[in-house]
């Protein structure tokens, strides 16, 4: 049996189902032209996956095998794979955005397509109600699904016994044959940083809110990419003390992937309340170039510039500074987010703005509201991360960076003054809502 083997978010060869069988196998990853046709020349992101594929390439090497590396439209690419082979069927790890599923459905059409649950725990129809319908409300899904994670097979998976079909290699794009730029990004080495995790899973509760500390994972890319594959993290976690919170993030993961299986128009439109947000160009030129004048909310997207990550306190107050203060469409802010998270991933992007605009399917009302400057005060009292991200403020006391009165009343040299005030902001955006 010839079988394609598809990488795409599964960027490793531990524990990985992919490259489970036998038989003869051609590896192949594609730099998918309409993706990356799109993007920025200097998108961080091309260069971190390039970065990941070339290490997958040589794993495979040491294994017998190796990987064929596309830059080209999918559709053309099995074309051009059947025209020399009649290959068997194609596996690959199913994904859920509307993009993925149409690609997906295209290339079904040409060959056997067999779908591999590898980038969640749970297949999309796994977890359901007694009456077959989803779930809307996360903490019955969560109970179900910790029940099911009990008892689920999370048994590594061993390496089959295959052969590499012998194929004409053309020559392996580089990033300028493509038309980006190498940009300089260091590979978070996965493993050590699983293992640096464990070590400090009993303060993960007490910390993790707090971005001037060490406190997160700081897994997320190498989830996004399946470079540690999800079964193996919650393998060694499971059993440690503490790791039940950190797992409850991880299923809120598996939640908000599995909300856009079952109800697709949540990729663009409010799943509740009319109210679209205003578009205005002005205030949405301030934010994204990190000159709100408020200074939790522009620390958060001068990270975000520049490290291609935001802490995941400060993305909720800056996705409700964005909708509730600044009233702008959350779609606005979502492919903001797209265009730098180097840990995007659509589903927990969009529900995440849909919960902080109060569209989404989360019973808490358009009236939640997050105060950025209560937030800062709590969880950057000594303004630490502020001062990090924003040197502008380093002579500022701490205690007027979470004070909205005086950065209103007073000037600072190279830094802006609050764009709204925000009680007002807040009581204009519930009005908007509610009706």
Do not use: C
């Not at 003869?24 to 309409?34: A, G, N, R, T």
């Not at 725990?121 to 359901?128: N, P, T």
């Not at 194929?167 to 260091?186: A, C, H, R």
Request: zero cysteines; hydrophobic letters at 40%.
């Amino acid at each position: 049996m010839k079988r394609i083997l598809w990488f795409r978010r599964d960027l490793r060869v531990r524990d990985n189902k992919l490259l489970s069988y036998t038989g003869e196998v051609l590896p192949i990853f594609i730099f998918d032209k309409h993706i990356l046709d799109k993007l920025e020349k200097d998108d961080k992101r091309v260069t971190l996956i390039y970065d990941y594929v070339f290490e997958l390439k040589k794993e495979l090497q040491a294994l017998g095998l190796d990987l064929k590396i596309f830059y080209d439209f999918p559709e053309d690419v099995f074309e051009k794979l059947l025209k020399e082979y009649d290959f068997d069927e194609v596996v690959a790890s199913g994904d859920y955005d509307s993009y993925a599923k149409q690609r997906d459905l295209t290339i079904s059409h040409k060959i056997h397509f067999r779908y591999l649950n590898e980038t969640y725990l749970f297949k999309s129809k796994e977890i359901l109600k007694k009456d077959g319908t989803p779930y809307l409300l996360f903490t019955p899904f969560y109970k179900v699904a910790m029940e099911r994670l009990k008892s689920k097979d999370l048994t590594e998976v061993k390496i089959g016994s295959m052969q590499l079909l012998s194929y004409n290699y053309e020559d392996t794009p580089s990033l300028s044959d493509m038309g980006f730029v190498k940009q300089n990004i260091t590979l978070p080495k996965a493993r050590q940083k699983l293992e640096d995790f464990k070590k400090k899973l009993a303060d993960y509760k007490t910390q993790r809110d707090f971005p001037s500390l060490n406190g997160t994972s700081e897994l997320s890319v190498s989830i996004r990419f399946g470079v540690l594959g999800i079964r193996e993290i919650v393998r060694e976690l499971f059993a440690i003390q503490g790791s039940y919170d950190f797992i409850r993030e991880l299923i809120f993961r598996e939640f908000y992937a599995y909300l856009l299986f079952h109800f697709p128009s949540l990729e663009t439109q409010n799943f509740k309340y009319t109210f679209q947000g205003i578009k205005d160009s002005q205030k949405f030129e301030k934010f994204v170039n990190a000159k709100t004048g408020v200074p939790f909310i522009d620390a958060g997207v001068r990270e975000l510039l520049t490290k291609g990550k935001m802490h995941n306190r400060v993305r909720m107050v800056v996705a409700s500074f964005f909708t509730k203060d600044l009233l702008l469409p959350w779609q606005m802010g979502e492919a903001f987010f797209a265009k730098y998270l180097l840990d995007y991933d659509k589903a927990s992007n969009v529900l995440s703005w849909q919960w902080s605009a109060g569209t989404g399917v989360d019973p808490q009302p358009y009236f939640r509201v997050f105060n950025p400057y209560l937030q800062s005060k709590k969880f950057d009292k000594d303004v630490i991360y502020i001062k990090k991200y924003l040197p502008e403020l380093q002579e500022i006391p701490s205690k007027y960076l979470h004070d909205e009165h005086y950065l209103l009343s007073n000037d600072i040299p190279n830094y802006p003054k609050p764009m709204v005030v925000h009680k007002e902001a807040a009581k204009r955006a519930i009005e908007l809502f509610k009706h």
